[in-house]
C-alpha cells in the first residue's frame, strides 16, 4: 500500500499546500517518512490525514469560482468506530463549503470497506450544499452496497456511468463538466 500515491498529474493546475483557502495549506510533506498505515500496512507520505486513524485523502483540485472540489481517499472508511464522516465534514468539507464549494467529486478506487452508522452528517452535508451535489466515482461495488444498505444513496450520487469513470484521462475542469452533465440529468437540475 506504501507505494499507492494520490494522482499526481494535476500539480501543475492545484496543489493543497499551496492554496491559502485549502484546509491542507502550508502542510508539508516527506517522501521518505512514513508515518500513516492503514490496517497496519504503511501508506504514502503523500497522502492527508484529518483525524481518521483509517482514512486518509488527498484534495486534488478546488476550484471556488466554479464552486467544486475533487478528493480522493484511500483506507477503510469507517463511520461506526471512528465516525469518519463526522471527521471529514467538520475538517475538511466545512472549511471548503466556506469558501464556496458545494459541489463534490469523491474518488473511491482505493476505499477497502465501509462500516455505516447513522446518517445525520450525511443529511447535514446534502443539507448544506442546497444547489449543488457530492457524487462518488469508482468505489468498489462491496463499498457501494453497504453505502446503500445505509441508505446513503439518498443523500450521495452513487453507481452507474460514475463507477467507470476514466477519470485520469481528463483535467479536472474536464471531470468536472462530465460530472456535472450526469447530475444535471440525474437530478433534473
Known amino acids: 500500500m506504501h ?7 494535476w500539480r501543475d493546475y492545484y496543489v493543497a499546500s499551496e492554496d491559502k483557502l485549502s484546509p491542507f495549506y502550508n502542510r508539508e510533506y516527506s517522501e521518505f517518512y512514513f508515518d500513516k498505515t492503514v490496517y497496519n500496512y504503511y501508506i504514502h507520505p503523500q497522502w492527508d490525514f484529518f483525524g ?3 482514512l486518509y485523502l488527498k484534495v486534488l483540485f478546488a476550484d471556488y469560482t466554479a464552486g467544486y472540489g475533487i478528493i480522493e481517499f484511500i483506507g477503510e472508511w469507517n463511520d461506526c468506530i471512528n465516525n469518519d464522516i463526522m471527521l471529514l465534514k467538520r475538517e475538511v468539507l466545512e472549511d471548503m463549503m ?3 464549494i458545494n459541489k ?3 474518488i473511491g478506487e482505493n476505499v477497502l470497506n465501509f462500516h455505516g452508522s447513522d446518517d445525520s452528517y450525511y443529511e447535514e452535508w446534502y443539507q448544506e450544499v442546497e444547489d449543488g451535489w457530492i457524487a462518488l466515482i469508482n468505489f468498489r461495488e462491496h463499498v457501494l452496497q453497504e453505502m446503500v444498505s445505509n441508505n446513503l444513496d439518498y ?5 452507474g456511468e460514475l463507477d ?3 477519470w ?15 447530475m444535471t440529468k440525474r437530478l433534473g437540475m
Open 98 to 100: 466556506a469558501e464556496g
Open 164 to 166: 467507470e469513470l476514466g
Open 104 to 106: 463534490f467529486i469523491l
Open 155 to 159: 443523500y450521495l450520487n452513487l453507481g
Open 52 to 54: 481518521s486513524n483509517t
Open 3 to 9: 507505494e499507492l500515491e494520490p494522482y499526481y498529474n
Open 168 to 182: 485520469r484521462t481528463l483535467k479536472p475542469m474536464q471531470l468536472f463538466k462530465k460530472v456535472d452533465n450526469m
